[in-house]
């Protein structure tokens, strides 16, 4: 008989000895940054530099400073000693760009063949320090994100760059090229822009911010210099370059836009000057609160730089008052607003909202409140909402405000708006028009949902449009005299929603069985055009809450005026009514921004 044996050893290896065998260093990382005339974002631009979730003994920053006309070079000298310990190098050279000493943008060839000796440089740079990764940054390029760099060295390509948010539709790649090698829109861009197609596309190009893997042979073939291209003739320009050079070779670019990295301003045209970029970076902070909990914050030993020491507050000269309306319960949407409205230079007034969600029945009762008979919604087909009722009782207590301190112009607001780029330059020029024209109005639309196309343009007017059936009120300004006539239009007695109450008055409501109860339609109203500000949020979009759609429906039995009601009651349903045809309801059409937003030919 035969006896196996078999031996088991148990060996009992501790949960912290295991995590240490799997660790890994981050790979060693290069930032490149080219500096010239960016004062005005550097604080700003290394506060989220610092603020970047990678190990910083792993990092290693080149820096080229070229003369500039502004702080830039103080700015850079006092972040590099307080955070050159940091990093594993911080080295920075200080150089002096002779033949661009202008102050105004000159996108000339001999300017874009420095760029492409600097953007050469800091590749080599990169390749000698034998990093893994070649990280360039602009130094107007705002990382909000600290997940951004571990994020791009995730995706495992050999280029990829973080989609970057900025004014209107510009951001940091091409979706396509033409035969010319320039700019070419396709079907693609806009779904990666919104976000609606998430994920890391493969596209023509990217700049302002990318990462470049170098342990890959294939980046030995990439370049920003057109002469080491065999066969190119297109322009010199060292970002469509290195796009050919990648595109030849079969290195494939990607944009990651999985989530929100950071923010970017369009870059400037020719003749523009550095107050233009200045500008630019102001409307870019409001932007910015649209899309990211926190507004832009400058790092705080480089405060001083920045023009958020000087600013001030007014009315533009011309409002007796400007109203914000917030809900006692959305003190988020009060932060953000009075960032902005700092940002604008713009001293304001908060009014508590009426809450609907603290209304019911009783209390509309007992305030004498009634609802226009048989009204419904022209979208949904219902009742109103408490939260309509709140809404409109917000505006009403305005216009009593109004009228009884006798403002001659005031500006409303609610606290759900995003504003349009140089909100305040506009608004300005659009009050100076007004009364330039001598414009005879009581009330000015800033933002709406706009239902019916041809609305015309007032005469000799570029900013002014006149205004046909509209939804929201976002924003509007508004004269003692309109306050005047809105409120003797007696609605708390014959209720509807105050966006169709307003059109009701200026007489372009569709509904002719609702507007019949309010004889006098007067006033006289007219719209910013392009609008100045429109929702925050679309219907659909992450984020959206709607306040008034979202809340308790009345009872019509308690609430309506039954000694208003006329042959409706007789016709039966909406659908039997002559001119209740269905129209775009509050929310639906508001999903697509530009469906409002309309070119002056398109008006």
């Not at 000159?106 to 492409?116: A, D, G, L, S």
């Not at 073939?221 to 320009?237: C, E, H, S």
């Not at 109103?384 to 009722?389: A, D, F, K, Q, S």
């Not at 007032?458 to 205004?467: D, F, H, R």
């Amino acid at each position: 008989m035969k006896w196996h044996y078999i031996l088991i050893i148990v060996i009992f290896i501790s949960p912290s000895f295991l995590e240490g065998f799997g660790s890994f260093k981050d790979p060693t990382v290069v930032v490149n940054v080219l500096i010239k005339d960016k004062a005005h974002f550097l604080p700003y631009f290394f506060h989220y530099l610092q603020k970047l979730d990678y190990d910083k003994s792993r990092m290693g920053i080149w820096m080229k400073v070229d003369k500039s006309n502004d702080n830039s070079e103080a700015i850079v000298k006092e972040w590099v000693d307080s955070a050159q310990k940091e990093y594993s190098f911080i080295d920075v050279v200080f150089g002096e760009a002779e033949h661009e000493s202008q102050k105004d943008v000159q996108w000339t060839e001999e300017r874009f063949n420095y760029f492409i000796k600097l953007r050469e440089e800091s590749l080599s740079i990169a390749k000698s320090r034998w990093a893994d990764y070649a990280f360039f940054v602009d130094a107007d390029v705002l990382l909000v994100n600290n997940q951004t760099l571990r994020e791009l060295v995730s995706q495992n390509k050999v280029v990829v760059a973080p989609k970057l948010d900025s004014l209107g539709m510009y951001s940091n790649y091409w979706s396509g090229m033409q035969s010319n090698y320039y700019y070419r829109r396709t079907d693609e861009y806009k779904p990666i822009l919104e976000r609606k197609n998430k994920g890391c596309h493969q596209v023509i190009l990217v700049n302002s911010c990318f990462l470049v893997d170098l342990t890959s042979r294939q980046t030995d073939y990439l370049t920003f210099t057109p002469k080491k291209l065999n066969g190119y003739t297109g322009p010199v320009d060292d970002m469509i370059t290195f796009a050919i050079s990648a595109f030849w070779n079969d290195v494939p670019i990607y944009v990651l836009n999985e989530n929100i990295y950071g923010f970017v301003p369009v870059p400037l045209d020719d003749g523009q000057s550095l107050e233009d970029e200045l500008m630019q970076l102001e409307a870019l902070k409001l932007e910015v609160t649209v899309e990211w909990p926190e507004p832009l914050e400058p790092l705080e030993s480089l405060k001083n730089y920045t023009e958020v020491q000087n600013k001030t507050s007014d009315k533009l000269g011309f409002f007796d008052e400007i109203f914000l309306i917030n809900l006692d319960r959305r003190p988020d949407r009060l932060k953000r607003m009075e960032y902005n409205m700092n940002q604008l230079g713009l001293n304001f007034t908060r009014v508590s909202a009426v809450d609907g969600k603290l209304l019911n029945d009783s209390i509309v009762q007992e305030k004498g409140i009634k609802v226009l008979p048989h009204f419904a919604d022209p979208y949904h087909k219902r009742p109103m909402t408490m939260g309509e009722i709140g809404c409109f009782l917000s505006h009403y207590n305005l216009w009593e405000q109004i009228v009884e301190s006798k403002l001659a112009f005031t500006l409303i607001l609610e606290d759900d708006v995003r504003f349009e780029p140089y909100f305040r330059e506009k608004l300005r020029n659009l009050v100076n028009e007004a009364r330039d024209l001598d414009l005879d109005w009581d009330l000015i639309y800033l933002g709406r949902k706009r239902l019916r196309e041809g609305e015309k343009w007032v005469e000799n007017a570029l900013t002014l449009s006149q205004v046909d059936y509209s939804y929201w009120t976002l924003s509007y300004m508004i004269t003692y005299e309109g306050a005047k006539k809105l409120l003797a239009g007696e609605p708390l007695k014959k209720l509807v929603p105050v966006d169709e109450y307003i059109p009701i008055m200026f007489n372009k409501h569709p509904e002719d069985e609702w507007s019949k109860h309010f004889p006098v339609r007067n006033l006289n109203a007219f719209s910013a055009a392009p609008l100045l500000v429109y929702p925050q949020r679309y219907v659909g979009e992450d984020g959206y809450i709607s306040d008034t759609e979202d809340s308790e429906l009345i009872d019509l039995e308690k609430l309506s005026n039954s000694t208003l009601i006329s042959e409706c009651d007789k016709k039966g349903s909406r659908e039997d009514l002559p001119n209740c045809s269905l129209l775009g309801g509050k929310g639906d059409e508001g999903s697509n921004p530009d469906a409002v937003q309309k070119s002056k030919e398109e008006l």
